[in-house]
Structure formats: structure tokens, C-alpha cells
């Protein structure tokens, strides 16, 4: 009475992590580290902007989003990438970017290809919902590993012939998570080349692009855009939870050709939930401002320059170059979760429950993942408590 494809599927990251530890005492004051959940203030106009649209709330939404949402989306991705795009055809407002990051398998990937089961490519570790889109269309997802020697960022064209046949996506996520790696413009061309070769679409996850340490990552659309790439070939990814610490609001938006957006929005119209009017509203001119994500920004480039000096000569570091998570090695991850949280209250991820066995190798076995969301006076002295239990 079940469906098969979901039989096998592990515990999800969160709960398998309270089965590791909470039969355990915690060994200090409890830090959590796991989730990334942004702790900085939001903007402070939110509040009065919902008080000013609260009748919105006895309201439908409308289904594709406010013009002025779309637009002021539209806008924003001129200014961030240099790149047009006709808002009221080839932008969506999501009601979560994770919504769009499912969806979007829904909508466009086909049933089959060249007569063979599709291929849909994820990195390796990956955001889980890649995969439970694939298997949900009936693809083969297929796990390429995004590890230090690729600079964590998959290698599609080293696969072999026959996958990249029957490949009718690949997810990336620029800059990474958990690594923090971000996809050059070179990195770009190359996978936008492998997809015109063999007529696939990227999914371009883009949601900690304003998060960096110096220089702004390049986006898949602004790449293509440079190279004259066909418009239906990328489709971007973005959220406010991270840009501006609205995790709550579970807004964002999906962009792409208008052929691809098209289905987008017919899939949305039976099965979607637009994001409420007074929402919309606030990502409106959330979207508009810079002045509070130059703020933000400054605030995580001050807790990467906190993390390089704690691990400074600690073996394996690599700070991320965007993003707020920690990618750290260790021995054995769940050995090294299980030590921090017994003999500190450090609670921090192990990096194989973001991660796949493939033909044996986990590429995130020998590694946690730590999330830098609290201010920076409570996450340096927990990443000195973490150094000091797990590296000295």
C-alpha cells in the first residue's frame, strides 16, 4: 500500500543526529551548532511592513507572485548579475526556495531519455532535497563527490558516457553546502558546455551567493548570459532566509527561460502554495535593500576571520570561502559528534549524514559540519571549546 522508492531512504540528518545524542548527557552548556538558522537581526522594517498589508492576510495570494514581487526580483538580479529578465515570464516567487528545488524535477524532467531511465547528477554531500526530487519522478539519482581534491565542487564530465546519455539535470550548489566552495566562472562554462553536449538543465542552488568573504561568487545565469548560452538551460535557486536572516518568511524565487518557467507555473497552479500577500509585501522590499545584506555580510566576514584564527594549524582546515558552515575534518564524524557533545555540549552535525555511500566511500565520513549562525561573542569561544576537544 506503500511506495517502494521512499523504502530505503535513511533517517533524515536532524533526527538521526537526536539518535546519536540525546540518549547521551550533554557534557557542558549546550551550543548548538547544527542547524543553519541565521541569529542575526532581520531588517527592521519587517514588522511595520506587514502591520502597514495585515488585510492582505483575508486575501488569496496571487498564484505567481505580486508584480511588484516579481519585479523587485527582477531587479535584483539586473543589479546582483547584469542579466535582464522579463519578470512577469521568467521569475517566480517560491514559498520556500526548497519548494522550487523539489518542484522544478516535477515540472521539466522527463519521463525517460533515449529510451533509458533519466539520470538526475547531485554532489556528494548535497542538500538532501536533490534527491528526494529525483527519486520522486522516477530517476536514478547520481551521487558524483564533491570532496578537497575537486575543490568541493562535483566533476559532471568525468562520468561516464552512458549516465551523461540519459542526464536530464544536475543540482549544483554555488557557493556549497556544507564546504562554502564556489563555482568560477570557468567552473560555470565548462558545466554549461557538458550540459549543450548532452541536453541537459543545471539547477543552479545559489541561496548563500551574498554571503562571501571578499569577492561576490558568479552566478549560473550571469555565465551563461556572457557565453550566449541558451536561456533554457540553467535555472536559479534564491532565498532570503540567508541574505537577510528570514528564515522564517520561506521566501525566495526559482528563474529561467520562459518555456521552463512556463511549466514551473502550471505545476505551482495545481499544487503550489503561494507565499501570503503580506509576505510578499516584505520580500518586496526586502529584495530592494542592500544596506541591511552589506551589514550581514560584514558580520559573517568577521566570523570567518574568527574561524581561521581558532583552526589556525589545525591539519586539513580550509576556511569557507562563503556561506556560514564549517566543514571540518576528523577521524570519524559520528565518533567525533558523540566526543564534543559528552565531554562539552558542542552539538555539530557529522558530515556523513549529508552524504551517500557509493561503492563503499562516504565523502563526508571524515568530517563535521559546524554552523556559524550565532553572534560572534557565543561562536568563538564554542569553536576554542571545539578545537580544544577535538584537535589538541
Not at 581534491?149 to 552512458?162: H, I, K, S, T, V
Not at 569557507?320 to 564549517?326: E, K, Q, S, V
Request: charged share 20%.
Amino acid at each position: 500500500m506503500f511506495p517502494e522508492r521512499f523504502s530505503n531512504l535513511p533517517e533524515y540528518a536532524f533526527p538521526r543526529l537526536r539518535t546519536l545524542l540525546d540518549s547521551r548527557p550533554a557534557g557542558g552548556d549546550v551550543v548548538h551548532m547544527t542547524i543553519g538558522e541565521p541569529k542575526h537581526a532581520f531588517p527592521a522594517f519587517v514588522p511595520e511592513v506587514i502591520a502597514e498589508n495585515m488585510a492582505g492576510f483575508g486575501s488569496y495570494p496571487p498564484n505567481d507572485g505580486s508584480p511588484q514581487l516579481q519585479q523587485a526580483i527582477g531587479d535584483w538580479v539586473t543589479r546582483r548579475y547584469g542579466v535582464t529578465l522579463d519578470a512577469t515570464k521568467q521569475v517566480m516567487p517560491l514559498n520556500g526556495t526548497r519548494e522550487g528545488l523539489y518542484n522544478i524535477a516535477m515540472a521539466v524532467c522527463p519521463e525517460e531519455k533515449n529510451g533509458q531511465t533519466p539520470a538526475i547528477l547531485l554532489p556528494n554531500p548535497f542538500y538532501q532535497v536533490y534527491m528526494i526530487a529525483a527519486m520522486s519522478v522516477g530517476s536514478q539519482p547520481v551521487f558524483v563527490p564533491a570532496t578537497r581534491q575537486n575543490n568541493y565542487l562535483p566533476d559532471y564530465g568525468a562520468l561516464p558516457e552512458e549516465v551523461l546519455n540519459r542526464t536530464t539535470a544536475a543540482y549544483v550548489c554555488s557557493p556549497s553546502n556544507p564546504q562554502g566552495a564556489v563555482a568560477d566562472k570557468a567552473y560555470w562554462r565548462e558545466l554549461l558546455a557538458l550540459a549543450e553536449k548532452y541536453d541537459f538543465q543545471i539547477f543552479a542552488d545559489e541561496c548563500y551567493s551574498e554571503l562571501y568573504r571578499d569577492t561576490p561568487p558568479p552566478g549560473a545565469l550571469e555565465v551563461a548570459a556572457e557565453i550566449g548560452a541558451d536561456p533554457e538551460r540553467v535555472v536559479i535557486f534564491q532565498s532570503l532566509s540567508k541574505r537577510s536572516n528570514l528564515p522564517g518568511l520561506r521566501s525566495g524565487f526559482v528563474a529561467g527561460g520562459v518555456e521552463t518557467m512556463k511549466r514551473v507555473r502550471q505545476l505551482r497552479a495545481y499544487s503550489g502554495a503561494p507565499l501570503p500577500l503580506p509576505l510578499q509585501r516584505v520580500a518586496e522590499r526586502v529584495w530592494s535593500d542592500e544596506t541591511h545584506v552589506e551589514e550581514n555580510r560584514a558580520l559573517y566576514q568577521a566570523k570567518y576571520n574568527a574561524a581561521d584564527a581558532v583552526f589556525d594549524g589545525v591539519p586539513g582546515y580550509k576556511g569557507p570561502d562563503a556561506g556560514f558552515f564549517l566543514w571540518l575534518p576528523v577521524e570519524d564524524g559520528e565518533q567525533a559528534a558523540v566526543k564534543l557533545w559528552t565531554e562539552t555540549g558542542v552539538r555539530v552535525l557529522p558530515g556523513a549524514y549529508l552524504s551517500r555511500d557509493v561503492d563503499g566511500d562516504n565523502p563526508g565520513q571524515g568530517y563535521i559540519r559546524v554552523a556559524m549562525v550565532a553572534p560572534i561573542d557565543e561562536m568563538t569561544p564554542a569553536l576554542i571549546t571545539l578545537r580544544d576537544c577535538l584537535y589538541m
